[in-house]
């Protein structure tokens, strides 16, 4: 019987198939985020008692949420909701540790935002720059929600949400490392900064859902990355609850 590509990729990245990475063979190691240039936004710190819920309580409330309140969220509250999914907490020349885990302290993962209802900030695509714990605007124009709309496959949500995130995933960041095995791992990455958004996001009466189905081409070309290195792996929209 043929073995499917998801047996064939299953057996590639075997630690046992796999050969020398770039860091066992001493390359240079790729730098901590993608370089982005434009101007910086400072985000506001949150209050510090922003948040403050028991646990327990938050992952039992947590359900997925697709329809939202016409309200806007505000900088602080988009601000307490990046710092829960990438926020950086130690730097050191070779890694970051941030507030979620991640294979290898890699974190791979650049946040892309469409803006559309956060106050102080105009609608648009925008890119938070974990290292500054800031934003940096990228491009508006009256498609961009549409076009979102249909890279998510029609799913409304996406352009009806206060802002949705899109983590996209720098693969050399993590291949530097780990190989072809660091495919595996971003994928299990990106599934505890999506689950820390549900949970941050439910101490704010707010809610969000996680979405896997999209059109990798569209949605690449969207947030227009260079598809030799990156792609956009995850995707959930945040709005205030109806
Ligand atoms: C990997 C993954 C992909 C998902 N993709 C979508 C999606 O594209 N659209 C959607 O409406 N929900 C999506 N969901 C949300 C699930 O449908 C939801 O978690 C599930 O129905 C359970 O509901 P709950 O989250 O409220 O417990 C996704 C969830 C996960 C974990």
Redesign the pocket.
Known sequence: MNKSFAHLFLEGSKYQNMGKTDQQLGTPAPPLETPCDGKRIALPSPPSDMGRQALVEVVHQ???V?RYADRPLTTQELSYLLDMTQGVQTQSERHTLRTVPSAGARHAFDTYLFIRSIEGLSPGLYRYIALEHALVFINHNDALFNRLEQA??G?K?VSRAAVTFVWVADMHRMAYRYGERGMRYLHLDA?HA?QNL?LAAETIATGT??????DDDAMNALLDLNVATHFAI??APVGKKA
């Open positions: 947590r359900r997925s697709r998510c496959l799913q949500m599934g999506c549900y859902c996680a979405v896997a189905a999209f995850y995707v």
